[in-house]
């Protein structure tokens, strides 16, 4: 089947990843034949993999979720004359009139990751701006022919939030085996932790939205630092201003560093080196950072909150959404007790096991079929 595939996205965290290596995985299939809608930048800036380069591809300009963005799309659908379009986030377009060569109307396949910005506190700020983001939600449920989520419980979200829809929606979770190809490099931000501090560490994500919950996190290792003198905790990302400062007792600065942006290559590094990974955020339509942990055997902590005990199962520790304490133990005992460490890194390398991007792929395909 032809299907026009909405790459627009591809650099935008988490559902960038999940827009590539699912792109990648259908392209390499014989039963689907790949266009891609492309962000003009990436194609500029030589970032498009290039397996992804040999399709047909078609330049957009405009931002996914503005108008002209949805007319963009609309105008490549008339022009590459897909059986249908598979929308990777709210940019489903209103393809109403718009038919194939068969002579029906092109159906619509859309990707609802989440609805963060409806049930965190502060992620969305502006009162406006979530009342455009519902309308765009709504807007993809009633334009789509089929859904896909991730997880289970972003169905229970929207079905929440939007009672009414009647569209068809499936769970097909993501996955992380394609890093396992990946060759790992030691971040350079290393080198800015003393000696004594860069053997052992644990290390998270430092994104400071509010649904991530970095501040327990912090917590935690400022509860065990004393009892665990060579530990640092690593944070992937650009730090704030002041944001340690404000949220860290001065005693633990030097143990804690912001390791700036890091490539593919870092990040598998970090997952092979460290003594654990913590995640301790209060919501996630998936989790993809747990499960990228436990491919690479990296013992996982992470928060019972939302789709992640769903996506970890027994793979990794569960622990009560802002139990700083919880957190604290959790580390303490994957650092002192080997058979437990032993185990969990086990199970995570199990549990991960369980998904892959070819899965992905082959549920996928199965939604297109039930639309075409």
Not at 21 to 44: C, P
Not at 118 to 143: C, E, H, T
Not at 320 to 346: C, M, P, Y
């Amino acid at each position: 089947m032809k299907v026009l595939f909405d790459y627009r996205m591809a650099t935008w965290s988490g559902i960038g990843r999940y827009s590539q290596s699912l792109a990648l995985a259908l392209a390499q299939r014989d039963d689907v034949d790949l266009g891609l809608v492309v962000a003009q930048d990436d194609l500029e800036k030589n970032i498009v993999p290039e397996p992804l380069m040999q399709l047909p591809l078609f330049k957009a300009s405009a931002h996914p979720l503005i108008a002209k963005g949805f007319r963009e799309i609309r105008a490549v659908v008339r022009e590459f004359n897909p059986d249908l379009v598979h929308c990777t986030h709210i940019s489903t377009p209103n393809l109403k009139g718009v038919r194939t060569n068969a002579g029906k109307q092109v159906p619509v396949v859309t990707t609802l990751h989440d609805v963060t910005p409806l049930i965190v506190d502060g992620v969305m700020p502006s009162f406006a701006k979530r009342v455009i983001y519902s309308g765009l939600n709504q807007r993809a449920l009633n334009w789509s022919d089929a859904l896909i989520t991730p997880s289970q419980h972003t169905v229970d979200d929207l079905r929440r939030f939007f009672p009414q829809f009647k569209t068809p929606i499936s769970v097909i979770p993501l996955a992380a085996d394609e890093l396992k190809s990946i060759r790992p490099a030691r971040p350079t931000s290393l080198k800015y932790l003393s000696p004594e501090f860069q053997q052992d560490f644990i290390f998270s994500f430092g994104n400071i939205k509010p649904h991530k919950d970095l501040p327990t996190l912090l917590a935690a290792f400022a509860e065990i630092a004393d009892r665990c003198d060579t530990l640092s905790l690593l944070l992937v990302g650009k730090e704030p201003p002041n944001y340690l400062q404000q949220h860290l007792d001065a005693r633990y600065h030097n143990r804690v560093r912001f390791t700036g942006p890091l490539s593919d290559e870092e990040l598998v590094w970090l997952y092979l080196h460290a003594k654990a990974f913590a995640f301790p955020s209060l919501y996630e339509g998936f989790g993809l950072p747990p499960l990228e942990a436990m491919t690479f055997g990296c013992p996982t902590i992470v928060s019972d909150a939302a789709s992640l005990p769903e996506v970890v199962g027994d793979g990794a520790v569960l622990v009560r959404s802002k139990d700083v304490q919880g957190f604290a133990e959790a580390i303490h005992r994957i650092l002192t007790d080997e058979n437990f460490t032993d185990d969990l890194e086990d199970r995570g390398m199990q549990r991960a096991k369980e998904f892959s991007w070819e899965k992905t792929a082959d549920a996928t395909v199965d939604v297109y079929r039930s639309v075409c």
